[in-house]
């Protein structure tokens, strides 16, 4: 499948050309987002849990623990949704839904930000020395979640 600025999707081979019509604004049943991180799938109808085996909740101990497992629920909602935009371009409401968490967790890393510190590199405002080489390290688990 290919895109031309001026004629749209351009489908070659066996692909189903009704994905891509404006009138197919299907949208799949989307679980929360606590949930869809902790099953791994945004997605009520394609959750398959293997045999009985169910998965664990994640409790945080902090502030910054929890803060962090937001963050990481929005990024992995906002990944699972845009595969699905990747197949079905047209759906509005999947896409107001991706728009939204994405507003959601700008706002959520920012306020990381301020509190923490920096997420990423460019996110350190002293170009001088990094604060995190400082704190403890993931395997030093000191009071704090095990996975968080």
């Known amino acids: 499948m290919l895109f031309d600025d001026a004629l749209g999707f351009i489908s070659f081979g066996n692909t189903n050309p009704e994905i891509f019509t404006k009138d197919n604004q299907n949208c799949p049943d989307l ?3 606590k949930e869809g991180f ?13 045999k009985n085996m169910t998965y664990s909740k994640i409790i945080p101990k902090t502030k910054r623990e929890e803060l962090l497992l937001e963050i990481m629920e929005l990024c992995f909602a906002i990944n699972d949704l845009n595969l699905y935009l990747d197949l079905h371009a047209e ?15 700008c706002t959520k890393e ?18 001088e020395k990094f604060k995190w080489i400082e704190e403890p390290w993931p395997w030093q688990n000191e009071g704090g979640a095990k996975y968080v």
């Open 110 to 127: 920012m306020e990381y930000v301020k509190k923490f510190g920096p997420l990423e590199l460019i996110d350190n405002e002293s170009l």
């Open 91 to 105: 759906n509005k409401e999947i896409l107001k839904k991706f728009h939204e968490l994405v507003e959601k967790l």
């Open 38 to 50: 902790l099953r791994g799938n945004m997605y009520e109808s394609e959750y398959k849990p293997y």
């Open 31 to 33: 679980t929360s987002v």
